[in-house]
């Protein structure tokens, strides 16, 4: 059975499945965005079809990703919004419907997070014993949503992919979020859902623990430790 390593002086958390979660199951699509490109209607086209349009329309982030304002931001998802309109023709979205899904994902940003039920007493119970970080692939909007849950006094440090203008498994977002958490990788735990984010973070020494919440969650790496909600990292912790 594996195990943390002895001594444990930090935990870094991923946001998205981790602390909080979209309400409608989709961080791009809320539910007003779900309407305007008739998710009905997607939902029974070809499923590789749409893993491959999505993944086409996301990949127009990553060249451009460093960011430091909310237009910056918005503009970024107009381009998304408008390449999955034209992907999809079949869904019919104008371009009204292309700008109003953008205008909401960042400027009504609120409705794309929740907190899962456990994520503060998480954090309340690991504060002061622990320093504690967030690694996460996010975007401008999020920090005023996160002000507003009242996250950011729970942690020592932030690592934000549009700061550091790349994605995880990059190895720039780690070494950005240990250099700020001033402790060798050993002495650090990650927890994230995402399989090849964690395998990232083990190459470089970081103790992984993937949190299998979300639906249809990545499989485990072999003898990589797992928990199924946020709180169960306290049985965990040394």
């Not at 491959?52 to 237009?71: C, I, N, S, V, W």
């Not at 918005?74 to 992907?87: K, V």
Request: charged content about 25%.
């Amino acid at each position: 059975m594996p195990s943390l390593s002895n001594p444990v002086k930090a935990v870094f958390f991923d946001l998205g499945w981790t602390l909080v979660y979209p309400p409608s199951g989709d961080w791009e699509f809320t539910e007003p965005a779900k309407k305007l490109f008739r998710w009905d209607v997607y939902m029974t086209l070809p499923e590789e079809r749409r893993v491959q349009g999505r993944k086409a329309a996301y990949d127009t982030f990553r060249p451009r990703h460093k960011m430091a304002t909310l237009e910056e931001e918005y503009q970024q998802n107009l381009d998304y919004y408008g390449e999955i309109a034209r992907l999809f023709p079949e869904l019919g979205a104008t371009p009204q419907d292309v700008e109003t899904a953008a205008l909401e994902k960042v400027y009504q940003a609120r409705h794309t997070y929740q907190l899962f039920e456990d994520s503060i007493p998480t954090l309340e119970a690991l504060r002061g014993k622990y320093k504690l970080g967030v690694i996460s692939d996010t975007w401008p909007s999020i920090v005023p949503v996160l002000e507003e849950f009242g996250l950011p006094g729970y942690f020592d440090t932030l690592t934000y992919s549009f700061e550091v203008g790349c994605f995880k498994p990059d190895p720039r977002m780690f070494a950005d979020a240990l250099g700020k958490m001033g402790l060798p990788p050993e002495q650090c735990v990650f927890i994230d859902d995402t399989a090849q984010n964690l395998v990232g973070a083990q190459k470089l020494g970081i103790q992984p623990v993937q949190i299998r919440k979300k639906p249809g969650a990545d499989p485990c790496p072999e003898g990589m430790l797992s928990i199924d909600k946020i709180s169960g990292i306290l049985e965990l912790l040394p």
